[in-house]
């Protein structure tokens, strides 16, 4: 098989940068998911490869450690700390300013923010809360904010939507914009597609962007947010992808693979 | 006491158009709410002076019958012809179009909608769900609008927020807005404050924008919305008025006033 286009100029390439669900797994139902063909393999290779590597991930319905727990159980070779977090992210910016959460998040999340003030609180905080995501629980988010004199949203990412084995279900950002509009302000966002997010998991690995390549499901978080920090990034023909994303208006990924394993393969033949 | 400046230019006036919730009452709590005192009195006086006379609602947490028995009850002078609501004009709207809506409304409106054809639905229609606003419901709309070739969503009102007994609440725009995000779309608004909406009171009244003066609680849907149309608008300070609005980046009221009974006064000193 040809290297198709996106192959040529792979050869400086030192780092991969892996979103998880949707290009790894996609999330939902019993087993708390299904492991996407190929993508454990692949996540091995990489590894072998002596490739740095780390995982670059929105997710918010779990701490870190319990997340990565399911992910080891599914049979991924994957460790906390090569797992970069919206989470941890947003307690350290907490603790920097000073900031007390009232927090609209998923139950699971709660721990993460175990070592945080929350009484009296300045700011709100949400995460994909799913079924938190109440009528009453929106009401309560929003009486926080609205009786602040100047109104802090900061965002666990900035997502649509993402698929569960059932479909697709919202995430996080359409309830960010819902409190947005309702107190007429713009949240902070952590996690993808902000830029120091993937700053973070860069400097981590010690590299430059131009070094490094973003894989992900999502066109405008995944690739657009990575494309922007000076990284290149492909989309994967998994998880959330539908065929539109490849007329994308603003977004055009420097290729298009049908999984993360048809990726690896294409990137090991350059590297090697 | 000497006339506010509002009052000049009031003598060619012919009708009223009042907003209801925040102006006649404050919804909420056990008896489905509690009157603005002195508005019982000015909707009488109102009635007795000769000027036309219309209620100009986004309610949709009740079908127009089941909301005008409430208000009876509460001790009002209104009848259900005399009530402008958004649910009517969206079936109308759904009628001409050919339009089957998956609902995601409150309950107590469904009935509303009994004789529009709901099956294979190729549209979603939005209104104050309140309490059934949950996650699994809004994921029902969105997966709906995500699976249409051309994703339409009718909002039955663009409201932010509104105020009951037991405080502020989130209203349908946040809604629109959160399932506009998902499917980055821009929904129909149906109810204040589009145009097509306060034109067809003034058409039911048979008088023309310049004759007609608008009461609302709301500066952007009510004030806002009226004076797009060439009406003028005032702004009362019950319901969810906060100082700020009188300072509004974009809409400035033709006039504040402390409530609905204040504005009659002044109004019916000028008219006679």
Redesign the interface.
Known sequence: MAAPAWAGGLRGLRALLLDISGVLYDSGGAGGGQPIEGSKEAVSRIKESGLKLRFCTNETQATRGEFVKKLQLLGFDVSENEVIAPAPAACRILQERGLRPHLLVHEALVPEFDRIDKMNPNCVVIGD????????N??KA??VL?GLQKPLLISLGRG??YKETD????DV???M????????IKAEVVGKPSRMFFLSALEDMGVEPHQALMIGDDIVNDVGGAQQCGMRALQVRTGKYRPCDEQHPEVTADGYVNNLAEAVDVILQQVN
Chains 1, 2 share one sequence.
């Not at 809360?129 to 009453?136: G, M, Q, V």
């Not at 914009?177 to 007429?184: G, H, P, Q, T, V």
């Open positions: 809360a799913a079924e938190n995501f109440t009528y009453s929106m009401n929003f009486q609205i649509r939507y479909g697709l279900k919202l950002g359409v309830y914009k819902a409190l947005e509009y309702a107190c007429d």
